[in-house]
């Protein structure tokens, strides 16, 4: 049974900085396609940021909102995936979750095609 759990959100002011936290466990496969995800009141789940990690090969996607603020990386030996957020604005608090995608082809902003999901973290972001 896979489980995602997260961590690290908070309540933060416009600039400052949050590192959010994936703990993954029941996974076995030798590759990872994870992303995260928000979703502010209101308004649809969005995709933030995936990476997907194959043999000898990695690669990220962000958001055009996050670009040069937000890194997603991961620990693949301690089955931990991360989302450093810097300079955080108003625009960017929501609930953020993590979630594994089963399917290495597919798209990487479709919340439809990952399948397990974490309960979520909360961010909040002052002016």
């Known amino acids: 049974q896979v489980q995602l759990v997260e961590s690290g959100g908070g309540s933060v002011q416009a600039g400052g900085s949050l590192r959010l936290s994936c703990a993954v466990s029941g996974y076995t496969n030798s590759w990872l396609f994870m992303g995260w995800f928000r979703q502010a009141p209101g308004k649809e789940r969005e995709a933030v940021a995936a990476i997907r990690t194959g043999t000898g090969n990695t690669v990220t996607y962000y958001t055009s909102s996050v670009k040069g603020r937000f890194t997603i990386s991961q620990a693949t030996a301690e089955k931990m995936l991360y989302l450093q957020m810097n300079d955080l604005q108003p625009d960017d608090a929501g609930v953020y979750y993590c979630?594994?995608?089963?399917?290495?082809?597919?798209?990487?902003?479709?919340?439809?095609?990952?399948?397990?999901w974490g309960q979520g973290t909360q961010v909040t972001v002052s002016p």
């Open positions: 979630a594994l995608n089963r399917n290495w082809y597919a798209t990487w902003s479709l919340a439809s095609t990952y399948f397990f």
